[in-house]
């Protein structure tokens, strides 16, 4: 008889704890990557904060056709304009994490720490791809006595608050834009908000506003329609969609500010899922209908994967709050 040493398990135990053992390292190694393989299995909502029309929605719906070609499975865009934004980031952030809701934030997220009431904090996010720089512009109505920069800036100071400017929000970035410029320039504009740049730049088109601060790129249709006239960009360049607008530099103001616009998703979405939906907006960003789009609506290309984007984020948070505070915009 085989006498078992004192306080060793039997073989069969032994055995039968290997084979659980084994079943559950399998199914941790194995099991999961396959479900997350699979991922698309159905449609993908990407939320916009802003309204149809602007830029923003634009770019996302271009996005949302390039990824769904890629992704094999329907990717749509809903709307979710209001409060500058923060109606449509609090839904994206409390969305499920799953890769089947992810969202458009801006530096518009960042700026609303220092210049609104609300806020929503961009680590709320698991920045997926930054896709866009554009700049901020100066544009009138066509009709408008304004030429150039320099007189409606001298009838703006010469009238304090009665140039009024439209915006796509309270604290949102070309809210920003026109308090930075009025700072910079000593000139005091009444700020009107709307629920997108888009509506921003109708307003100014309809003579409900005398200017707006939206990016070239937003008022280009109305700009091509005789509706607007764009009297200087907020860039170090000239805008080659608009190669007779001179820059703000030009017209011997040192303003340059503009917009990045990232896809995300809810924080703790799976860092495969993440890799996966960014390999797609990477594809989108190279795709020559995506380029030739971007090219001819006057936006600016750009590309950042999600470490970098989330190094813009900070950055741009750490610059904010230099700046931002002091230009007076926090409401209580």
């Known amino acids: 008889m085989i006498q078992r040493k004192k306080g060793l398990f039997p073989t069969h135990f032994v055995r039968s704890l290997m084979i659980l053992f084994w079943g559950i390292g399998f199914s941790l190694t194995v099991g999961t990557p396959a479900a997350l393989a699979e991922y698309p299995e159905k449609e993908i909502t990407i939320i916009v904060p802003w309204a149809a029309g602007g830029g923003t ?48 934030t801006t530096n518009s997220q960042i700026l609303q720490k220092y210049s ?52 796509s929000g309270p604290g949102a970035i070309w809210h920003v834009a026109a308090a930075l410029l009025g700072s910079k320039t000593g000139v005091q504009f009444t700020h009107v908000p709307y629920g997108g740049a888009n509506p921003a730049a109708i307003a100014v088109a309809g003579g409900h506003v005398e200017a707006t601060t939206a990016s070239p790129a937003e008022v280009g249709t109305l700009v091509k329609g005789g509706k607007l006239r764009i009297l200087a960009i907020a860039s170090n360049k000239r805008d080659a969609l608009f190669p007779d607008v001179p820059t703000f530099k030009e017209g011997g103001i040192d303003f340059v500010f503009g917009v990045w616009r990232c896809l995300v998703a809810p924080k703790n979405t799976p860092k495969e899922i993440v890799a996966k939906l960014e390999n797609s907006v990477r594809k989108v960003v190279n795709d020559p209908k995506f380029k030739d789009f971007m090219a001819k609506n006057g936006f600016g290309q750009a590309y950042q994967p999600p470490a970098e984007s989330a190094a813009t984020m900070a950055q741009d948070e750490k610059d904010f709050e230099k700046i931002v505070p002091g230009l007076g915009l926090k409401r209580n």
């Open 116 to 167: 609104a009431s609300s806020y929503l904090d961009w680590r709320v996010f698991a920045p997926i791809g930054l896709f866009n720089y554009d700049p901020a512009g100066f544009t009138v109505k066509i009709d408008s006595p304004w030429k150039i920069l320099k007189e409606a800036l001298d009838f703006a100071k010469a009238n304090p608050g009665k140039m009024r400017i439209s915006n």
């Open 57 to 104: 929605d634009l770019i996302a719906r271009l996005m949302a056709d390039v990824m769904e070609k890629d992704l094999g499975k329907p990717v749509v865009v809903v709307n979710k304009p209001g409060g500058g934004g923060l109606v449509g980031f609090n839904q994206i952030a409390a969305a499920k994490a799953d890769g089947y809701t992810v969202g458009v």
